[in-house]
């Protein structure tokens, strides 16, 4: 079952290439640090800039280090029902846990659109789904209706909510009931979001604070609300810090800081700015993390 803190996990680069050596070991820091599951090639990760051989040598990577260690769930998505049911079942056939799939951006299709966008890839594949809903960056959001029309397909089994959005949040889970997992996709809403039936998070912040963000899940589904809210707030400064710019580029600052990674990222992304970074060192002290 999905449920707790799952990492959407940077892809490392050096010199404009991935850095297999390095994502090993972000991965093995991940898994000591007590982290429910990982995403390899999600947002985070740079999906859009990947070529379809690095995305699946990235995913490939991840589940070759965690050895059924904890759930991995593959990004597979893309604007293209097409190239999404060629990801979705590679990542089927290397043996992922679950895809993950961003509603199609760009495109901006219906709400009938979405349905069968997903209901050709469900229908063609096994693996379980989670579906991927931003608007932010989609320019489309994948409403509850549609969400509870998804449940009814038999793999169809969860939904990343990254709307920021808490009244359709719970929308959501009351017109879906138990028939899917929904997991908050925006930091600052893993806490409230499990108040009202979520269960759990794939998360930035977690790259940096693996064991921090797997704890308050733990806490809160063990009853223990005070500590998972002490949680929250505690990792609050490093939430908001996490999008001082376009996410990725703030949590492999904060990463490069850590000494894990060299910090890279692709084109049209740029390096973060010396006073953004300086803000953020600023706030990475001050948690102790540096």
């Known amino acids: 079952m999905l449920k707790g ?46 070529s379809h051989a690095e995305h699946k040598r990235v995913v490939e990577i991840c589940l070759d280090q965690v050895k059924k260690r904890v759930p991995v769930i593959a990004g597979s998505g893309s604007n293209s029902t097409a190239e999404s049911l060629e990801l979705t079942k590679h990542a089927q056939a290397a043996g992922a846990d679950y895809a993950l799939m961003i509603t199609p951006y760009y495109n901006k299709p219906t709400q009938e659109g979405l349905f069968q966008h997903y209901k050709t890839i469900a229908d063609a594949t096994k693996i379980p789904i989670v579906v991927y809903n931003v608007p932010g960056r989609t320019s489309l959001n994948l409403l509850p209706e549609t969400m509870a029309r998804l449940a009814t397909l038999p793999n169809i089994v969860g939904l990343k909510d990254a709307t920021g959005d808490l009244k359709q949040g719970a929308k959501t889970l009351e017109l879906c009931g138990d028939k899917i997992t929904v997991l908050s996709g925006d930091d600052f809403t893993t806490f409230p979001l499990m108040c009202v039936g979520g269960k759990g998070v794939i998360s930035v912040v977690s790259n940096v604070v693996p064991a921090d963000m797997a704890g308050m899940c733990n806490a809160f589904f063990k009853g223990d609300l005070e500590g998972a809210k002490k949680l929250h707030y505690k990792m609050w400064p490093l939430t908001e810090a996490m999008f001082f710019e376009t996410n990725p580029v703030p949590v492999k600052t904060a990463m490069k800081l850590l000494g894990k990674i060299t910090g890279e990222v692709r084109q049209p992304l740029c390096p973060m700015s010396a006073a953004n970074e300086e803000k953020l060192r600023s706030v990475m002290q001050k948690y102790g993390l540096i």
């Open 5 to 50: 803190a799952f990492t959407a996990i940077v892809t490392p680069f050096k010199n404009g290439q991935l850095d297999e050596e390095a994502y090993r070991q972000l991965i093995e820091r991940q898994i000591e640090g007590g982290i429910h599951g990982l995403v390899p090639c999600g947002t985070t990760g740079e999906s859009p800039t990947l």
